[in-house]
T-cell receptor, first 114, second 110 residues
Framework: DTEVTQTPKHLVMGMTNKKSLKCEQH?????MYWYKQKAKKPPELMFV???????INESVPSRFSPECPNSSLLNLHLHALQPEDSALYLC?????????????FGPGTRLTVT | EDQVTQSPEALRLQEGESSSLNCSYT??????LFWYRQDPGKGPEFLFT???AGEEKEKERLKATLTKKESFLHITAPKPEDSATYLC???????????FGKGTRLHILP
């Protein structure tokens, strides 16, 4: 099983709302990622968790707040977003085993901020 | 500065017309180079990881190769269903960060 699941698939929220994106993987991967992707652009790294600890924050605004409750789950809490934050939000997980590295992505959450 | 550059930005081929996509990288300490396929509105689909110069991997009509400075994704006798954006990314030795190129949009005409 190489599946990373994300919920919800679509989310529309106002600028004063608080919402959360969820990501789950059961592959035992130690690293989990949040990416933001705009149309016709590559994924843009936001956060990396390694062994449930935040290891990389790419200077993301504080209106995005990540959380890793356990090794299988990753959340992204959203508050006071701007219309320019509308994008596809992708979760990924990766594992390095000896010389083998894999990274699998979820299907994404399409976020629209109104 | 660590950098990944893909070319061309876009490529239109006739069905059956083989070609190659390029990914050149300038990084300090390569741990692995990834190729992904992405369809519009979906998450990237993992294709290959390459680790060292001279390595090759194949999947159906796709073959990826790696040198010390670049990787090629060869597409043999493509079909319309191979139309997608192909992304190249690198992971460095120093941390879990993965750096993406801008992708190549491939369109196969029937």
């Amino acid at each position: 099983d190489t599946e990373v699941t994300q919920t919800p698939k679509h989310l529309v929220m106002g600028m004063t709302n608080k919402k959360s994106l969820k990501c789950e993987q059961h592959m035992g991967h130690r690293a989990m990622y949040w990416y933001k992707q705009k149309a016709k652009k590559p994924p843009e790294l936001m956060f990396v968790y390694s062994y449930e600890k935040l290891s990389i924050n790419e200077s993301v605004p504080s209106r995005f707040s990540p959380e890793c409750p356990n090794s299988s789950l990753l959340n992204l809490h959203l508050h006071a977003l701007q219309p320019e934050d509308s994008a596809l939000y992708l979760c990924a997980s990766s594992q390095s085993t000896g010389l083998r590295i894999v990274q699998y992505f979820g299907p994404g959450t399409r976020l629209t901020v109104t | 500065e660590d950098q990944v550059t893909q070319s061309p930005e876009a490529l239109r081929l006739q069905e059956g017309e083989s070609s190659s996509l390029n990914c050149s990288y300038t990084v300090s300490g390569l741990r692995g180079l990834f190729w992904y396929r992405q369809d519009p509105g979906k998450g990237p689909e993992f294709l290959f990881t390459l680790y060292s110069a001279g390595e090759e991997k194949e999947k159906e009509r796709l073959k990826a190769t790696l040198t010390k400075k670049e990787s090629f994704l060869h597409i043999t006798a493509p079909k319309p269903e191979d139309s997608a954006t192909y992304l190249c990314a690198v992971q460095l030795n120093r941390d879990d960060k993965i750096i993406f190129g801008k992708g190549t949009r491939l369109h196969i005409l029937p």
